[in-house]
């Protein structure tokens, strides 16, 4: 699979930049996939206007790989085919992503897998390449992008234990058939490292940055990165997110990235109240992802937001120990009141049944 296979409508809007939330996994009491709520998400993500959906990611869980549990093909597969079908009678397309871990062997598989499933492009997740060399990682993520356009993925050390360089971002830029770059390190130095990086490699129009950083969403969307170059003065932005905080609360999200392109296109001053959102932003986040705990109840946060809107039956996890922080739920409740110009509720309810019962 090569990026010049995506269909045209579908690359040009992830050039143009859009939302793509990162699925979260619903499960039954059984522990199997309630597939009720899977699809109503997807038909949520695809009527709120994302221009892709992510799933196989952390916000999927990762104990999906696990071999005593072993969901991780049956999960990407019926993703898929959900998307398909409420696409094709929606008249529309959006960008399908895989998340791609592990070591070369397992990723390689893992894309070839993906590929095969009609997916146009994987997250690659290099957590597991966090004693290794940045030779030993580039070639890695040459044998992965041989077999389907990959995004690059910056994930927090916080959850992946490693950083990853400008020297490696640079190299990484130069690898046939890159899509885009994910950045999601949670750090402003990193951030910058990253699209520097992509500016001295002459690639700010071939590789499309997207958000990640979940402490800086609006920010990093409305910044103009510029860098001297050996070809001068060049300037890179961030064109859209793709968020495991964007898998809930979808609607208000889209609108929010549409407000943001039409303030970048205009020229105009960026407004002040723009700057205030972002604090908001941030803020529902922190909760929702469970900062104050090392993010220790970050996806069962998700699935509490999405079990208030009806989308979810429950908020369970695979790995049991993954469970609400103390004192979360309150935090959850204060950010809902706090900030009821961020939530869709009233387009989920308006919607919610007839996704379900499809």
């Known amino acids: 699979m090569k990026i010049n296979e995506i269909p045209?409508?579908?690359?040009?809007?992830?050039?143009?930049?859009?939302?793509?939330?990162?699925?979260?996994?619903?499960?039954?009491?059984?522990?199997?996939?309630?597939?009720?709520?899977?699809?109503?998400?997807?038909?949520?993500?695809?009527d709120a206007g994302v221009g892709g959906i992510a799933i196989g990611v952390h916000t999927t869980q990762f104990e999906i790989r696990d071999e005593k549990i072993d969901m991780l093909e049956d999960v990407l597969r019926f993703t898929s085919q959900s998307i398909d079908d409420i696409c094709a009678k929606k008249g529309k397309g959006i960008l399908k992503v895989s998340g791609i871990c592990g070591l070369t062997e397992q990723a390689v598989a893992e894309a070839k897998l993906a590929a095969s499933l009609g997916f146009h492009a994987s997250l690659l997740n290099m957590s597991a390449f966090k004693d290794k060399t940045n030779d030993e990682k580039i070639a890695h993520c040459e044998a992965v992008a041989a077999e389907i356009p990959v995004i690059g993925f910056f994930l927090q050390s916080a959850i992946s234990g490693m950083s990853l360089d400008y020297d490696f971002w640079k190299r990484f830029a130069q690898i046939d058939n890159v899509l885009g770059i994910k950045m999601a390190p949670f750090n402003r130095y990193q951030t910058i490292d990253v699209v520097r990086a992509i500016c001295d490699a002459g690639k700010e129009n071939d590789i499309t940055l997207y958000t990640g950083n979940d402490d800086n969403i609006i920010m990093d969307l409305l910044s103009p990165y510029r860098f001297k170059t050996a070809r001068g003065v060049v300037e890179a932005r961030v064109k859209g997110g793709l968020l495991g905080h964007w898998c809930v609360w979808t609607k208000k999200a889209v609108e929010l990235l549409d407000e943001i392109h039409?303030?970048?296109?205009?020229?105009k001053d960026i407004p002040v109240e723009m700057l205030s959102r972002n604090i908001e932003v941030t803020d529902s986040n922190a909760v929702f992802f469970d900062a104050a705990n090392n993010f220790h109840g970050c996806i069962p946060g998700i699935h509490e937001v999405l079990r208030r809107q009806g989308l979810m039956k429950s908020i369970r996890c695979l790995n049991p120990q993954e469970t609400l922080s103390p004192g979360q739920l309150e935090e959850i409740d204060r950010v809902y009141k706090a900030y009821p110009h961020l939530h869709d509720d009233e387009f989920v309810q308006s919607h919610k049944q007839d996704w379900l019962s499809k």
């Open 262 to 267: 039409s303030i970048v296109d205009s020229g």
């Open 8 to 46: 045209q409508d579908i690359l040009n809007n992830f050039r143009k930049g859009c939302v793509i939330p990162a699925h979260p996994l619903s499960l039954k009491e059984d522990m199997s996939i309630d597939e009720q709520d899977m699809r109503a998400l997807a038909n949520y993500y695809i």
